[in-house]
């Protein structure tokens, strides 16, 4: 949906994120892409009722 990404990516700056994603997009990705991403939690974003669950990436992120 190109609000939801919209919204998602105005989240970088306050993440300190390259990219994020949601946990719809996040799951369609192959096991081994979702390695390179992390756990932001839920956020509420303009335009939806619910929170939606996020994935941040970084290519300075130290991921456990």
């Known amino acids: 949906e190109v609000n939801l990404a919209s919204r998602l990516e105005s989240l970088n700056k306050d993440f300190q994120t390259e990219l994020i994603l949601s946990e719809s997009t996040y799951s369609r990705l192959p ?30 992120a130290q991921v456990s």
């Open 31 to 60: 096991k081994e892409a979702r390695l390179e991403f992390y756990d932001l939690g839920e956020t509420k974003v303009k335009g939806k009722e619910k929170t939606v669950k996020i994935y941040g990436f970084s290519s300075h």
